[in-house]
């Protein structure tokens, strides 16, 4: 206890600016010996400890999750007409070529209604998606927050409200060199200051004791594409003709939130990266425009197509929609047995299936933009996604393994008033290779 008081101590002091790491560093190293004492004295073993310590983080990861999905909705929110904290916007569009073809600059609040709600979008869409994959909160080296650093050089650029004109060019010479896309793009640059409202006991936001202000940018880095080739309605000739291609801006691809909105205040020391495609996450733009260290994104397309169901059907991942789900993708690899590539469900064949599996309309409406996000335009590998040999239903106290065209066996019933699974059996019954009688 005596040692564990003395490195409190030493955090404390470091707290109040008496900087001293060499006396932390000692008072830390007593702690660890402490607690080898204590391991030995009380016979527990690494590998008790380290449980202990995944179960913690798994628990403490998920708190900061949901926290930071809250203070992300709260965000999303001011980009509405009626709670706008946007003060200015900047843009600049640059050319496949990398060249800078037009910039703009202005107030807000002075752009046509039905431009601000377009745009309104596209900052909603730059904060959306998964927490983890296409939403990950980047730290800053100590490195970066000195003269020079790219912390130091967004903190420049909030701090001029988007007025100064060499900053701005310099923002987007630094996008345009380590940006890699090899298409026409868009930069939007906003900024804003939210006055936070507190919250009293029970949750409740208490608008007229606000504390702080939370002043930020937003990048959007949208492509620009070339609308499709077609016929219109002409409305003053009253005709059909030729429609008039012309580039349009979509939704983001890239973009960052700084600094970032923790614990409901502001933390200049992390900025929050959004990627649509989590295949391609643009290293050089991590590194070099943002200054933090590349992180790592899980690559398993099993746990993707999971997260991707969970994040966009929630309330309807029912027990028949799981059978049905199985039972869907079993007969897509029956249909596609002979050929002679590896199999590969398309974006448009697992709409269907949802369809079939008895997701709503209303939840499909989006299917295809949601989809892109977690996939890009690429279709999924089967393999990757569905187990041709073994469906696995994990309970608390029991793991199910079954041949998938043999889901359908399973039933939901319910029995004494509690949810049950229950399997008929039509021939021999083994446990641990005993062979038993049923009765």
Known sequence: MKECAELIQAISKEKRGKIDRDNMTEEIADVLICIEMLKQMYMISEDKINKWIEKKQAREAERMEKMNKKEIAEIKKQFTPANCTITRICGCYVDAEKNKKTKIKEAFLSLPEEEM???????KKTISGRLGKNLINLDFPLSQEKEGGTQEFLMRIRASKLKNDELLDEFYDKIIENYDYGENYYIILIHAVYDIPGKSSDGQEMFDASDEIYDHILCSICPVNLSKAGLSYDVAENNIKDRI???????????????????????IHGTLYFNKNIKNIHPDFIENVLGTPIPRIPGNEINVFSDFIMDNFEGNTTFNFAESLV??????????????????????????IFGYCGVPDEKLSDFKENWEMYFSNEPVTLD???NSKTAKIVTPDATICIQPDKIALIELKEINGIPSLVIPVNGEVKINGIEVELK
Request: hydrophobic residues 30%; contains cysteine.
């Open 117 to 123: 709600f377009k745009y309104f979008d596209i900052f």
């Open 245 to 267: 291609r012309d580039w349009v801006v979509s939704r983001p691809e890239t973009g960052f939130l700084f600094p970032v909105f923790n614990d409901r205040s502001t933390d």
């Open 384 to 386: 990757n996604i569905h």
């Open 327 to 352: 039972e869907s993708l079993q007969e897509v690899r029956e249909q596609k047995k002979d050929s002679p590539e590896m199999v590969t469900v398309s974006c448009d064949e697992m709409e269907q």
